[in-house]
């Protein structure tokens, strides 16, 4: 499914079933699909409004734009749009829902006969990926924006305490002179230049818009594992002093700024609604951006 001015069509004619997937992979595929009650009431909308646009859709359910553009790319093959940009049923999904009499309950044996989320899956997706807490943060933005500050303010705190001085992604050993009020500023301003970054690549490559103060919180979630770096510096510092630190002072955040990019990602994915498949590229486009902005900085002498 491609997107245009922020509104998804699909890349086939309605009703048309790819040659290559098979009977079984399609049922199973819709009770998968449906396995959400907000997919189930947007098909439940379209069987009975026919057709219904973006905006009426998003009125109706009164979820987040990103919610509903996943929710949307879930349902691909089931809901498509039509030559006047409206949303309506395919005839593959129609015919399927009305062959099959989706019901609540076959629907809910369905979810509850799917495959068992693993130990392993379960800890990346609550660490790697901070899944839980991102939910938290975008199920009230306006509240979990003070939240979001403190944690911007602490890492400007902790570089000043540090003398560590954060660029957007990235620690650098600062140059002599440096005044230490712009170790307070760096970290916040490199919390609204990531953001703002991710905010354009999303709009530009899959053109999502809307959501920005969710996403705001989650880049500030996403920049936890950098106050990990000074902490860590220091305490090094202070049990070893004057010891060089080898290998740890490479490998350490290298692990960190891998961890930023998965965190980012997660938080892309849930503010925008994208696949996470696709937040991962944006997440790795700003990371690539940061450094094509720290080489320029460097050649041109400014850090």
């Given at each position: 499914?491609?997107?245009?001015?922020?509104?998804?069509?699909?890349?086939?004619?309605?009703?048309?079933?790819p040659?290559?997937?098979?009977?079984?992979?399609s049922?199973?595929?819709?009770?998968s699909?449906?396995?959400?009650?907000?997919r189930?009431?947007?098909?439940?909308?379209?069987?009975?409004?026919?057709?219904?646009?973006?905006?009426?859709?998003?009125?109706?359910?009164?979820?987040?734009?990103g919610?509903?553009?996943?929710?949307?790319?879930?349902?691909?093959?089931i809901?498509a749009?039509d030559?006047?940009?409206?949303?309506?049923?395919?005839?593959?999904g129609?015919?399927?829902?009305?062959?099959?009499?989706?019901?609540?309950?076959?629907?809910?044996?369905g979810?509850?006969?799917?495959?068992?989320?693993?130990r392993?899956?379960?800890?990346?997706?609550?660490?790697?990926?901070?899944?839980?807490?991102?939910n938290?943060?975008n199920?009230?933005p306006?509240?979990?924006?003070?939240?979001?500050?403190?944690?911007?303010?602490?890492?400007g705190?902790?570089?000043?305490?540090?003398?560590?001085?954060p660029l957007?992604?990235?620690?650098?050993?600062?140059s002599?002179?440096?005044?230490?009020?712009?170790?307070?500023?760096?970290?916040?301003?490199?919390?609204?230049?990531t953001?703002?970054?991710?905010?354009?690549l999303?709009?530009?490559?899959f053109?999502?818009?809307?959501?920005?103060?969710?996403?705001?919180?989650?880049?500030?979630?996403?920049?936890?594992?950098?106050?990990?770096?000074?902490?860590?510096?220091?305490?090094?510092?202070?049990l070893?002093?004057?010891?060089?630190?080898?290998?740890?002072?490479?490998?350490?955040?290298?692990?960190?700024?891998?961890?930023?990019?998965?965190?980012?990602?997660?938080?892309?994915?849930?503010s925008?609604?994208?696949?996470?498949?696709?937040?991962?590229?944006?997440?790795?486009?700003?990371?690539?951006?940061n450094?094509?902005?720290?080489?320029?900085?460097?050649?041109?002498?400014l850090?």
């Amino acid at each position: 499914m491609r997107w245009q001015r922020g509104l998804p069509v699909s890349s086939t004619h309605v009703g048309i079933r790819p040659m290559s997937e098979k009977p079984g992979e399609s049922i199973s595929k819709f009770y998968s699909a449906l396995g959400n009650p907000y997919r189930r009431q947007i098909v439940q909308l379209l069987r009975e409004k026919r057709k219904l646009g973006f905006k009426e859709l998003h009125e109706a359910l009164k979820i987040s734009v990103g919610a509903l553009y996943h929710h949307l790319d879930m349902l691909e093959g089931i809901v498509a749009q039509d030559s006047d940009r409206k949303y309506v049923l395919t005839d593959q999904g129609r015919s399927a829902i009305e062959t099959l009499s989706v019901s609540e309950e076959k629907i809910a044996a369905g979810q509850a006969q799917g495959v068992k989320e693993t130990r392993l899956g379960f800890v990346s997706g609550e660490i790697l990926l901070g899944r839980t807490l991102l939910n938290y943060l975008n199920a009230d933005p306006i509240r979990s924006l003070p939240l979001a500050i403190l944690i911007v303010a602490f890492g400007g705190w902790i570089s000043s305490q540090t003398r560590l001085e954060p660029l957007l992604l990235f620690y650098l050993t600062p140059s002599s002179g440096t005044v230490s009020a712009l170790f307070l500023l760096m970290f916040p301003i490199g919390w609204l230049v990531t953001f703002v970054m991710a905010d354009v690549l999303s709009t530009v490559v899959f053109h999502r818009r809307g959501d920005d103060l969710r996403l705001l919180n989650g880049t500030a979630f996403a920049m936890l594992p950098l106050l990990m770096v000074p902490g860590l510096f220091s305490l090094a510092q202070l049990l070893s002093p004057g010891r060089s630190l080898g290998y740890t002072a490479i490998l350490l955040p290298i692990f960190l700024q891998a961890w930023v990019v998965c965190l980012l990602a997660s938080a892309v994915s849930i503010s925008k609604g994208l696949k996470l498949e696709r937040a991962a590229l944006i997440s790795l486009g700003v990371v690539y951006l940061n450094i094509l902005v720290l080489l320029v900085g460097l050649q041109l002498g400014l850090f």
